[in-house]
């Protein structure tokens, strides 16, 4: 056994192997990707039996494991001193409904895997560590995204938390209790004394520089809106178009306004997103009587967001009037922009440089947990490259053995240095 940060290294091939057994866990073929893909909706079944397998490696790693009252589980490697507050590294199990292998799981898994590395070289670090795994990160299910962490530090209540339900009315609080995972320890919880996460790019940046990791130095801010439009159902074939109330063309004229948003460059990086578009009666010859959809609006600049927003507003407004609708708007998800750590991001690029590895600084146009970690302390993350320009949320999602090694090298190097490994002080 050495003891030396030097010659300790990520075991590349264990690495691949958890992450390749966790990807069938919840695997489907996705006819439209030409794949299989990974569906582990937020406290289904298969979310949790994602965890039961990374539970089980946690405990085999020696890990003492707990949870808290939303699900959110810490698995901690003790300390020198277990007294201090822990350097935390993590993400999340739970995916989308066409997600692939690597988004969550790889910042999870590497987490396991930074545990491994320390056992194999026989190195104690000062401050206790704990890989974390975050309930429901996407918001696929119940709405919210980043859900369990926001909860951990304290920016969703979590009475506010257990109230949300998914679209079959199945709330939080209901699977919180049927998994057992409601009598956990009190949120929030204690802070961490930094948090690190490692996620695949999601985006075609790294991977198009032939740059090996990104150091992520910030968060794009997210608003997530639901647009109800109530109209009247009626014969598609017998009501004059100038009796027509027609809840789905004022949902086709908002999608087409936030394009036109996008587009004219007004709010600077702003992406903008129509996920969702539910129309009833759904039928060929009904005039749709109501619609339901969903914006996702990311920018890098508040500013830029408030303006989007009324932008959003106006143009609801003027597509309701000229479908002779109602309509109804609420915000379902809302973060500010997030800075990581300038102290963490400047480790991680050291740690990076030190190892010989390529890194740039980015900036993250997805949510991640790290940025509601922020919050309580010093965060920061590294992205690894996606293959396909980073394609994501699709099951065509794919990163390398290598490329997660490198990231997670990085990350050991990082956790070191924050921890504190003294026999090598
Ligand atoms: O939506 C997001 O940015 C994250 O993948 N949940
Ligand atoms: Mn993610
Ligand atoms: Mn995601």
Redesign the pocket.
Known sequence: MTNSLDTMGVDRDRLWSTIEELGRVGAYEDENAGTTGVRRLALTDEDMAGRRLVLGWFEAAGLSVRHDRMGNVYARRAGLDDGLAPVRVGSHLDT?NTGGRF?GALGVLGGLEIVRCLDDAGIQTQRPVEVVVFTD???VRFET??LGSAVASGRIPLERARKLADPQGVTVGSELDRHGLSDGDPVPGPEPYAYLECHIE?GPVLAREDVQVGVVTGIFA?TWKEIVFTGVSAHAGTTPYELRHNAGLAAALVTVALHEMVSSGRYGDMRATAGRVEQYPNATNVVPGSALMTV?MRCSDAAHMAAAQEALDAAVRRAAEEAKVEASVRITAQSPPVEFDPEVCTALAKSASNLGISSREMVSG???DAGEMAALGPAGMVFVPGLQDGIS?NPQEYSTPEACADGITVMLRAVCELAGVPALQ
């Open positions: 989308v988004d990160e996407e918001g995204v980043t999601q997210i996702d997805a949510a991640h949320h």
